[in-house]
């Protein structure tokens, strides 16, 4: 059976918080069950964008440093690390250590944040992947600690600890998977595999803060009040999913590859154990963007050409608020995106909706639009 930690934690006071991640170790065995003396061990933060800690988009840098001093506790020498999203240099890590509070955190304990961003490809055996491309920072580790956040997803619904692993895959080349597998079935199977392949050994979820809505990065920030740990990504997800009110749980298309390949239990069969977990019962969760296929697979493919439109979620940009940062156009999966007077338009005929785009515009200039029927028939 797998086990879950839940721990109330409703702010981040330093105290409190060292006290809680210090408790999920106690609960756990302690951290030398995990960690070795002398060990590399990444620790696997969510630095999606260099926006600030209160903007609880990344995870909080008092949750990494509270692992981080327990992982340099028993020996072992921590490095905070991940790809953000865009372009993987290290001009831009530079930026996102310093606007999320990561640079302060790591200046004031020593602890080593990571600068490289060579990629290396390894092996995996998987139904859809015989291989990953993964950051040499993720190879280079001889152990990994997820630290995800926890917020909904305009795509997959929420992004907790399976997700969070996508950060593992070096800058633009995330967009080859969305390309490869324009489904999200078949790239939350590819989420899947490779939580699988980077394997962590642990992973804690900053739920402390949040955000509900149009997240990742443009939703309303919410108090949670919970960090969860598990050594399941799977397990944790299953549980975050029905913290958030993803009913059933299985509705989040990650969680849903992970139950068919019988790699998490459900929610029944998992163990809850430190402190009661209420969800909070009214957070605003996007719907799924992949409902209309329900509709599609019933129709014949001219009929439902024609409905697709008035049923498909799709990006719309708002001109008022596009600086022209060009992110959106770097990191479009089929190059759809088109600059115009340094404004970004986008051409929905090539769009595949990975929803790239919206994710990682700082500026809150990418919506997705649900149509109405859409809304209604897949309810
Ligand atoms: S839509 Fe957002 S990410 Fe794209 S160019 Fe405009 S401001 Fe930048
Ligand atoms: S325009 Fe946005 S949603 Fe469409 S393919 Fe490009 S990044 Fe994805």
């Known amino acids: 059976m797998e086990t879950v930690i839940v721990k109330h934690c409703d702010n981040y006071d330093e105290r409190l918080v060292d006290k809680k991640i210090s408790q999920i170790f106690e609960e756990l065995g302690g951290i030398g069950s995990f960690v070795k003396p002398g060990q590399k061990v990444l620790l696997k933060v969510n630095l999606l964008m260099d926006k600030p800690a209160e903007a609880m988009v990344t995870t909080h840098p008092l949750v990494v ?16 690390g991940d790809s953000p999203g ?16 990561l640079k302060e955190i790591a200046e004031e304990t020593g602890i080593e944040l990571n600068y490289e961003i060579e990629q290396e490809k390894v092996s995996f055996d998987g139904k859809l992947n015989k291989s990953f491309v993964l950051g040499k920072f993720v190879t280079d580790a001889e152990l990994v600690i997820n630290l995800a956040k926890l917020k909904t997803h305009g795509l997959t619904m929420m992004t907790g600890a399976v997700k969070n692993l996508f950060g593992t895959v070096p800058g633009l080349l995330k967009a080859e998977y969305h390309l490869k597998m324009p489904r999200l079935a078949d790239f939350s199977e590819m989420l899947v595999e490779l939580a699988l392949c980077v394997n962590p050994v642990l992973n804690i979820v900053d739920g402390i803060w949040g955000m509900e809505g149009e997240g990742p990065s443009a939703g309303r920030i919410r108090q949670f009040s919970y960090l969860f740990a598990g050594s399941s990504a799977f397990a944790v997800d299953t549980v975050l999913a029905y913290f958030l009110g993803i009913n059933p749980v299985n509705r989040a298309p990650v969680i849903d590859a992970a139950r068919k390949r019988g790699l ?15 969800p909070p019962g009214d ?26 439109p008035l049923l498909k979620p799709r990006p719309v940009f708002l001109p008022e608020k596009c600086t022209g940062c060009r ?7 089929p190059q759809a995106i088109r600059m115009n007077h340094q404004k970004a338009e986008v051409v929905l005929d090539e769009c595949i909706r990975c929803f790239c785009c919206q994710e990682l515009c700082k500026y809150q200039a990418v919506k997705i639009k649900r149509p109405l029927l859409g809304k209604i028939l897949t309810k």
């Open 283 to 308: 957070v605003e969760i996007p719907l799924p963007v992949e409902n209309s296929n329900l509709i599609d697979r019933r129709l014949p493919e001219g009929v439902s050409r024609i409905l697709e």
């Open 65 to 80: 440093k509270a692992v981080a001093k327990l992982v340099r506790d028993a020996g072992a020498n921590p490095v905070i």
């Open 86 to 101: 865009g372009p993987f240099s290290r001009i831009l890590l530079e930026r996102a250590y310093q606007k999320t509070g």
């Open 327 to 333: 992110v959106c156009y770097q990191s479009c999966p």
């Open 264 to 278: 998490c239990s459900s929610m029944e069969e998992i163990r809850l154990i430190g402190d009661e977990l209420i």
